[in-house]
């Protein structure tokens, strides 16, 4: 039957190659083999059916998710009864190791930086005594606070990781790359259950919210519709490309006892980048005055300010400059920048800087806040131990301990002595050399400044008085 069918195949062929005009020989191979090939498209060439629900927010997501943590806060209250705060301040008698409890809250909060930098709300952490950060990926790390802004409510923690190991950082949007009505997403890890989306809109730009007796009190805050709980306070409000367009605030209002509903707030990214510029500094990480802003994310670095009589004004850097290189190198972060200007050999570095089409390098020699606080006034100040601040009444990091007063100085002719503790500087809390020093920093020979203290007066025996004052200091 073949053999037949074969045939009939190839008669039926030589009667269809009679009517071509050419060849006919070759032309019957092809044709045969089109007859016999089974009708359709090849498997190869059917595309694969594309997800319709892979869109331009899931995108979103999955890119930004990586960056965003929990953040949980133990924080230790101690009592005391009114009869104890008696015999301390006004006997001298220490009396009983006070009563604590322990208080837990928790908040979200966006990596920054590969090297452990983590952004969140001050809020969610001010009074914490301990801070624990959980990854994306369940992994748990302690972590520490570097340094926070009350009046902008963003605090900036460090999570030291195993050496060699990176974290995944959010990239910021531009300072004003805002549209209103765009897509928005608030991202957050709240209560450590896993990552939490919301969607909506940026409904506008620059909302003041009524805070009512609330200690938050800024200008200018994005608003959306986006759902802000608190576990998602300080968590990242993202756009579409996933880029950092503010840091997420959750809003209690005590006037009526509830949060706005379909109303969240954020902190926006130029207000964040501010934050960032002024934490990655010297000034902040060492106590070394630097005097220059830069912003995160530009490259080259951008220098945003220039503070008067610092050390990079007395170099020649100005303001717009761009940092291309520090000693040879070029910076590939700001906190890298910040690290290799702290690190390099007695605390002078050379700056290659893009001023225009211009190139030139400059030098510059950063200076101890301990140096400065004694040029300028002959103090030397110390951290008090608990031991000291509890004989003061006060709880650590509360003040400065006047270790050293210089013959002849401002400070000896204001009759501070050793054993004083300082407390404020021109109406600020004196809480760590740097804030000392940044104010001096500002003060030119001849000023003068205020200063808040506590001075121990013994009243006989073992008994001892702590009276808070203020002192006129002319700065030199």
Avoid at 39 to 60: E, F, H, K, L, Y
Avoid at 447 to 470: A, H
Wanted: proline share 7%; charged share 20%.
């Amino acid at each position: 039957m073949l053999a037949v069918f074969m045939t009939e195949v190839i008669m039926k062929q030589r009667c269809f190659a009679s009517f071509l005009p050419t060849r006919p020989a070759r032309v019957a191979p092809l044709l045969l083999v089109a007859w016999l090939a089974p009708s359709g498209p090849a498997p190869a060439a059917v595309a694969a059916a594309p997800d319709i629900r892979r869109d331009a927010v899931v995108n979103a997501v999955e890119m930004v998710i990586p960056s965003v943590v929990n953040i949980a806060t133990e924080t230790i209250i101690q009592r005391h009864d009114w009869y104890e705060n008696l015999l301390r301040n006004f006997y001298g008698w220490p009396g009983v190791l006070p009563r604590q409890q322990k208080s837990i809250s928790l908040g979200s909060g966006v990596i920054i930086d590969e090297d452990g930098y983590i952004l969140t709300n001050y809020h969610v952490v001010s009074r914490a005594n301990r801070v624990q950060i959980k990854l994306w990926d369940g992994r748990e790390f302690e972590a520490r606070r570097i340094v926070a802004t009350p009046g902008s409510d963003v605090a900036l923690l460090k999570v030291d990781l195993p050496p060699g190991e990176k974290l995944r950082a959010i990239k910021l949007a531009p300072d004003d790359d805002l549209l209103l009505g765009e897509t928005v997403l608030a991202l957050g890890n709240p209560f450590g259950l896993g990552s939490s989306v919301t969607k909506g809109i940026l409904s506008s730009k620059n909302r003041r919210p009524s805070t009512g007796n609330e200690p938050l009190n800024v200008e200018d805050w994005l608003q959306t519709d986006a759902a802000i709980n608190p576990g998602n306070s300080g968590g990242p409000l993202v756009n579409l490309r996933g880029e950092l367009i503010g840091l997420n605030v959750a809003v209690y209002r005590e006037e009526d006892g509830q949060r706005g509903m379909g109303v969240g707030f954020s902190i926006p990214v130029k207000q964040v980048a501010a934050a960032i510029s002024r934490f990655f500094t010297p000034e902040v990480t060492d106590s070394l005055w630097f005097g220059a802003l830069l912003r995160p994310g530009s490259d080259p670095l951008l220098v945003t300010a220039v503070q008067p009589s610092s050390p990079a004004a007395k170099a020649g850097i100005q303001e717009n400059d761009r940092i291309v290189r520090i000693n040879g190198q070029a910076p590939r972060s700001l906190t890298a920048f910040n690290r290799a200007l702290v690190d390099s050999p007695k605390k002078t570095a050379r700056l290659a800087l893009q001023r225009g089409n211009d190139l030139r390098e400059v030098v510059v020699r950063l200076q101890p806040f301990d140096e400065l606080v004694r040029q300028k006034t002959g103090l030397t100040l110390l951290e008090p131990s608990a031991e000291t601040a509890q004989r003061f009444g006060l709880n650590t990091g509360d003040g400065l301990f006047i270790e050293a007063v210089e013959a002849g100085s401002p400070a000896a002719a204001a009759r501070l002595e050793r054993g004083f503790l300082l407390t404020g500087i021109e109406g600020q809390p004196a809480r760590e050399l740097r804030i000392v020093g940044e104010v001096l920093a500002t003060r030119k020979s001849g000023d003068t400044i205020t200063l808040t203290v506590i001075v121990p007066r013994r009243l006989g025996g073992s008994y001892v008085e702590f009276r808070q004052g203020t002192v006129e200091l002319r700065v030199r």
